[in-house]
């Protein structure tokens, strides 16, 4: 076999149809295109969500729904993953909660909630904690401290 002998499968390789090259060629004059109208003109490009001047679906819908621009949003800790992980008289902060790696991403602070059960008594200092998590927190002897 020689470099000659080599030939594309058939089928694979397609000639580019070049319109617009006298009638004879079956795509002259309009070139496909047909007459007139939008798409037939050289910037006659349509938005996907256009609709012809017809008002838009997303402003004919109606607006709904509220942002709070203030809210915020906590990592929540609850009282059980402190019992497991801190010893007794133990300080626990949002630094060790993120260094023990119960805590991936502080957001606006660290809340502890009152899930479950605890007997040892901690130093907890934190962003915010539920009635309950600091009834709890307090009634075994530890301390609670709102950072």
């Not at 319109?19 to 996907?48: E, F, Y």
């Not at 007794?88 to 502080?106: A, D, F, N, Q, R």
């Amino acid at each position: 076999m020689r470099i000659e002998d080599l030939k594309p499968t058939p089928g694979s390789v397609k000639k580019r149809i070049r319109v617009g090259r006298g009638i004879a060629s079956g795509k002259g004059k309009t070139s496909g295109k047909g007459h007139k109208g939008q798409k037939s003109r050289g910037a006659g490009k349509v938005r996907i969500w256009f609709e012809g001047g017809q008002t838009p679906l997303h402003r004919r819908l109606p607006k709904y729904g509220f942002k709070n621009f203030n809210k915020k949003v906590y990592t929540i800790v609850n009282v059980e993953q402190l019992e497991k992980l801190f010893e007794s008289g133990e300080e626990v902060t949002p630094e060790k909660l993120i260094e023990l790696g119960v805590v991936k991403k502080l957001n606006d602070g660290v809340k502890i909630l009152g899930n479950g059960e605890i007997t040892k008594p901690l130093t907890v200092i934190a962003h915010a904690f539920s009635s309950s998590a600091r009834r709890k927190i307090e009634a075994v002897g530890g301390k609670v401290e709102v950072i």
